[in-house]
């Protein structure tokens, strides 16, 4: 169950950024994605929906 919420909030700021900053990285490939986006998390602190918030508010 946690895997397919942290999937469906990847999925949703991978959507948002696209929509707002025109950065398209929707059809690399999910696990890179996920390595990669868990590991800046963890370096930032931020839950997964804390980032979407995050990215979503800044210029």
């Known amino acids: 169950m946690a895997d397919a919420l942290?999937?469906?909030e990847i999925q949703l700021l991978l959507e948002a950024l696209f929509?707002?900053?025109?950065?398209?990285?929707?059809h690399?490939?999910?696990a890179s994605i996920k390595r990669r986006l868990v590991?800046?998390?963890d370096q930032m602190?931020?839950?997964c929906?804390?980032?979407n918030w995050?990215?979503?508010?800044?210029?």
């Not at 929509?19 to 929707?26: A, G, S, T, V």
Request: with cysteine; net charge positive; glycine share 4%.
């Open 19 to 26: 929509q707002r900053y025109h950065f398209d990285f929707r």
């Open 49 to 51: 929906n804390e980032t």
């Open 6 to 8: 942290e999937d469906l």
């Open 39 to 41: 590991q800046a998390r």
């Open 54 to 59: 995050t990215c979503m508010r800044r210029p």
């Open 28 to 30: 690399y490939a999910r």
């Open 45 to 47: 602190g931020y839950a």
